[in-house]
């Protein structure tokens, strides 16, 4: 399987897996490690800014999923190997 990447759609930060995001509750996590909920208070972020761009991000909104890259290889590959468990 093709390994998961985690970047901005817009500007190809890579996630670094450091504790950059706050929820609304004030609780700080790796948005990524949960896939974007927050481990406090178990609100979904169905969109991630990007960090601040002194560290090399743009700051611009994207869908969470977005920021996943090879998830529709992995998604085919999994089909392939439940077709063939039929």
Known sequence: MDDIRIRCPKCNWEADGQAHWVCTCGHEWDTFSTGGRCPSCSKQWDATQCVDKKI???QHFSP????YENLDS???ELKEELEEKV
């Open 64 to 67: 969470h999923l977005d920021w």
């Open 74 to 76: 992995i998604v085919d």
């Open 56 to 58: 090399g991000g743009c």
